[in-house]
């Protein structure tokens, strides 16, 4: 026994006086390795009286551990000096201090997004999420548009080997919220949409949509107008004008294009609105008696408008960005540039 307490001693003055851990790894195996000095005292356990053994062996092992664990204090010593050393040295590049060269930022569609959200929400409308692989039945079918109607050629579309698509309007989840809340109903859903698109600056395959939908009783195209003038007098901060030219879309009738009045030059011609003054901004219309129907609401009873916001579009304009391709591109530098208001 008294020759273990002396080991013990031993170690511990070896332990502390060490200077690296090189050394602490011969240190482990003078004492604990398999020809170590502690595990050589084991071996004399089988000449020691039985009633011996135990205290023995319990005081063996507490040995053990009290020697690996004043290893492991040192090397966890040893490692906190070479970090401390480092930062001495300036090797150390510490990632956590902000960055004097560029702050992050939410995206711009991001951005408008959020702002958008904000701006309906105040209005009364909840907001949904959309899927972004849709069954051609919600794609197509339930906004009116059948099978070999020619108004899925104006949409190219991504088809997916299981025959479901990559959704090409927001209007895809118009069916489902329709049977989700039934009416009276008012929400808008944004999301990611995809088509088979020959690019260019102002045509991409992948952009980004807000769809919005009333029904109530009593709704009318007053309505419709009433809530986009809200929603984009509170996007631009000013009154924005707007008038509605006559469009087509299987799923509304009437259907519309709505422009607004160049917020820009407050209607009087410049660049951005090609110097006619007003800038198509976004179709919209009454939701056809058809949709109601798909949805499981009763057109007799119900009516509505919606309306499907390009805002890839929006934010271009809102941003002064010229080329639709940048706002997919990852491109820190270039967006960067994008007069966030
Ligand atoms: N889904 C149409 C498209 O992407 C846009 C649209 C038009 C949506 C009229 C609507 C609407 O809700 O009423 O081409």
Known sequence: MEKLDSILLDARKEIEGSQES?????????????????????????????????????KINSIKNEIFSLIKIKEKEFEKNKVEEQIKNTEFVDLTIPSKERKGSLHPITILQEKLIDIFLSMGFTVEDGNEIETEYNNFEAVNIPKNHPARDMQDTFYLENGQVLKTHTSAAQNRIMKKYGAPLKAIFPGRCFRNEELDASHENTFFQIEGMMIDKDVSVANLIYFMKEMLTNVFGKEINVRLRPGFFPFVEPGFELDISCPYCDGKGCRVCKHGGWIELCPCGMIHPNVLKM?????????????????????????????????????????????IK
Do not use: C, W
């Not at 502690?38 to 000449?47: I, P, R």
């Open 295 to 339: 949805g499981g609401i009763d057109p007799e009873k119900y009516q509505g408008f919606a309306f499907g916001l390009g805002f890839s579009r929006l934010a271009m304009m809102n941003y002064d960005i010229t080329e639709i391709r940048l706002l997919n591109s990852g491109n820190i530098k270039a967006l960067s540039q994008a007069k």
């Open 22 to 58: 090189q050394e602490l790894n011969s240190l482990y195996q003078k004492f604990l390795g398999k020809t170590g000095i502690v595990t050589e005292q084991l071996k004399h356990m089988k000449d020691l009286p039985n009633e011996e053994k135990k205290t023995f062996g319990m």
